[in-house]
């Protein structure tokens, strides 16, 4: 299942990021792709837009300029008419005055014909305008239109509004040397009508003249208006601009084509060509769309759009417009173009957008395949590492659950394999034995071949061990030199004992390290299901207990658990739990047991002996307590105890006295640092000097720790105390380690005492312990002393103290008191 989703990941990771990149980069093509098609839709409809904008601006801009300049023109009409007419008077004036310089000789007549000759054809102004001569007071002097009223005074000549045309004409140049004049006159052609014509007059001195001329003011307009409509038929806007101009009738007055000219807009062409004539004359400022009666050449459809602009004082309608099919043919045209562009960005943008596409996908799949390979190194890396990690996981579980000496399961197995034997053998109602297996003296092994010979040993009756066990069976290395065997599924004790023989066995076989030969026995404990219990905690210490017992017994036995070992051990414990808190309950005392004086039967010293009083043991005996207190390290604190209470006891019964006090020193307390220093310390304390206290010392000690002890017992020596070596001959060494001590005293022990007058090896042996004695100036008490007899047959020997219960009992402290302190000094 995971290897799947590690393969399946795998390829994710390869694939799946070429994959996204490779899509949205596509995706972002088509966006873009799309966006400029959009784009271009629009940009076209805004081209348009813009285009028509553009057209109808320059438009506007254009018939806005023609009426801008028609409007000129048009004011310019009475300034151009008097500037006209002006340079006309001068120009005759001039030659008038010429004419006079050169025949002013000449009588005034002849001048006159003169000048009136030379003036009188001149024509301008297309053919309208001429020259006449007034005298000022009204005697017109030339006429060239109405010859006939040449000499006569026109001196009271009114216009068709009653103003006197040549008498105010004359005033007003007479008094200004020159002057413009106005009147309203009929047409020769147009009797119905006045028409206002301006005059122009300048005063000729010498004969009192004055020269003028004048013009209707229309005719000048329409000259002007010529003009402009023929300034703007020449008009063009770029290819097919032109301007047309329509008077207020409908009659074209300026067209690019000359043919219409004259003609009314209303009568030609059909229905909707007039109608559209209709719209334009109609409109004062506006953009009309019209079908028009022209178009140019290479036009043909005539749908046009036309601004018209209105001259308001000649009523002109000035257009100007754009064709339909030009607009439409350049909008197609940029259309065209446009597309075309467009068609070359798409296909820009799509090629490039592939070709992106294709490289960021495969860059991103090189990655991902870096990355995945990357990944993939990791993996079998993790993977060996944890292989790697597993073995040694193992390893360790296997060194966790194994001795690492002899290979064999250590004890943290055993609970399980006792558990599961119990287990089958409860279904089988049968039984299981624990065999707790110890052996004697490996300490020796180590010491007299080395560790390296011992470890071999335990290994090799590891090897052993195993190699006789049945498929369900079960042996652990306990730790040290202990091991304990698990067999379930027994039917009997005979069966029991046949495991038993199987484990002896081993024991019975050499064993060959380093080229030497070596034996081992061993101790067994056997404790069974469902009889001593059911638990492997309980079956093991059981075992254990029952190992311990028989190997105080005597090394190399096997023991079973009964009741009574088991009572043994409850009363042990009882024992220990209570003897842990004796000194602080106060349940300890001293008693003292006097030695007296062979020869003299004076009393010579006394023996102090621990007594233990307990509520609910009641009276315990040294013998059991000391041993216990041995093994769990209280000593010290006893024999502490002793020292101090015994020290001050005899000081306060016997003080200042030389009565000795013998106090017993057990072998541990004596090996124990602060022993001396206690010693010293009691002995200052309750002034009791060295020379009165003897330590006792049982003979096992010496012989078992000789080089320890010895340096003690030399130091203790030194410092004054008397050194006795109690329980004399139960030892079995020689007596020649004696010499090299300093003893000062032999305590014989009292089984001799006991046996010395029955038995002749017990005889024998006192009097020879008395004679070392001697000869090595050694104080001997014989302890025990129970009859006459004894102490007879003891003062013959010559011995030196006896003590006993024949001599006294030990005695509290108040008793002896009460006894024995008259009779020391
Ligand atoms: P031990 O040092 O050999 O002490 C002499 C033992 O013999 C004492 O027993 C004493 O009561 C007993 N005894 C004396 N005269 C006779 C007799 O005529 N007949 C018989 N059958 N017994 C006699 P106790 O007091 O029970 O002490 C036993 C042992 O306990 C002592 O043997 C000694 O080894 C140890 N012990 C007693 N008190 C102390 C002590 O304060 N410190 C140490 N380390 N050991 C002590
Ligand atoms: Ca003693
Ligand atoms: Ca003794």
Redesign the pocket.
Known sequence: MAEITDKKLLKLITYAPASIVGAFTLLWVVLAVTDVLMGSHEKLLALKEEYQQRENQILTKQVEYVAQQVKFAREQTEQQLEDTIQSRIYEAHNIATRLYESNKHLPEAEVTKIITDALRDIRFNNGRGYFFIYKTEGLNVMHPLLPRVEGTSLWDFKDVRGSYIVREMGEQVKANGEAFYRWWFVKPDNKNKEFEKIGFGKYFEPYDWFIGTGDYVVDVEDDIKQTVLAWIKNLRFGQFGYVFVLDADGTILSHIDSSLIGQNALTLGSEINIEGVRDILQSDQQFVHHQAIYAPPGVSDFAKSSYILKEPKWEWRIGSGIYDENSQRFILERQQKTEEEQRKAVAQMITIGVITTLIVALFSLMMSKLIASRFERFQSKINSDFSQLQKTKDKLEHMALHDELTGLPNRSLLHEHINAGIERSRSQCQQLAVMFVDLDDFKKVNDLYGHSAGDRLLSEIGKKFEAFLQPDEFVARFGGDEFIFCFPELNNLAETEKKVELIKDVFKQQFVIDNKVLYASCSIGVSMFPTDGDEPEDLISKADIVLYKSKARQKGDVLFFDSTINQQVQYDFLLERELRGAIERGELS??Y?PQINAKTGKIYGV?????WHNPQLGHV???EF?TLAEEIGL?SE??EF?LER?CEEINKIFPDSDLALS????PM?LVNESFVTQLLSASAKHAMPPNRITL?I?ENVLINDLPKVTPIINQLKELGFTISL??FGTGYSSLSYLSNLPLDEL?I??IF??KMLNSEQSNSLVKAILAIAQSSEMRVVA????TQAQKDRLIEYGCDLL?????E??LSANLLAQKYSNSVQ
């Open positions: 001293v008693v047991q023996e102090s002996l621990l007594r005996s040294p013998l000391i000593i006893l024999g002793v015994s106090v017993n020193i057990s307390q006792e049982t109690d329980d305590k022990d009292r005492i006991d302890e025990g002393v129970e003590q006993g219960y024949f001599i009992r030990p």
